[in-house]
């Protein structure tokens, strides 16, 4: 089974959050990805590299939405408040199969109310600021990254390649998550519960 993941690109998105899962997702027979952004078009990350969307927000509108994926970044702070941002989101993601995000694209999520009445998390560093979006969020201080049901949201940066593999694994199954891993030379950690980072930013 064919699954497509529709990656959400905005200015001043975390260049990490992007790469690290797509790295890990385009080694996987049967999944194919597909980068949108406000227009067809460059779109720049917050570290500067400007990557190529294929399609605007506004084609991905016209059709079926299998996962969609929301990354983090500077420029989440901005699309909080931002309404047509947030309308578009908020349509896409409740036509979407599974929604997914890395590090402060949970609080896009969350503005959006597309989190309400789940268990959510988000970056450390960034915690108080985006359990301050929804009214029926279970934000989780110490995870890795969580999966309820149909949202998985991981906590900072690099976290979204865990969480990653994790759902290759559930998309999958584990022999194509160890071969994506393999290929990238990377050791996922398997455990969602595992999360040195909240003790440091002092959260427990």
């Given amino acids: 089974m064919t699954r497509r993941i529709s990656v959400v690109l905005f200015d001043g998105f975390e260049l990490l959050d992007v790469c690290g899962p797509v790295e890990l997702l385009s080694h996987v027979e049967g999944i194919t990805l597909d980068f949108v952004g406000p227009e067809a078009g460059l779109v720049s990350s917050a570290q500067g590299l400007r990557v190529e969307c294929g399609r605007s927000f506004r084609e991905l509108s016209k059709e079926p939405i299998d996962i969609l994926l929301v990354p983090g970044g500077p420029g989440t702070r901005t699309l909080v408040d931002d309404a047509p941002f947030l309308a578009w989101l908020t ?114």
Avoid at 151 to 172: E, Q
């Fill in 91 to 204: 349509e896409a993601g409740a036509r979407a199969r599974l929604l997914a995000s890395v590090c402060t694209g949970s609080a896009l999520l969350a503005s959006a109310g597309l989190l309400e009445g789940y268990r959510a998390t988000s970056n450390k560093a960034a915690f108080e600021w985006a359990r301050t979006f929804g009214q029926t969020i279970a934000w989780q201080r110490e995870a890795r990254w969580i999966e309820d049901r149909d949202r998985w949201t991981s906590s900072g940066v690099a976290a979204g390649m865990d969480m990653t593999a994790a759902l290759i694994a559930s998309l999958c199954g584990t022999e194509a998550r160890d071969r994506a891993l393999a290929k990238a030379e990377y050791t996922a950690t398997t455990d969602s519960d595992s999360d040195p980072f909240a003790a440091l930013t002092s959260l427990l």
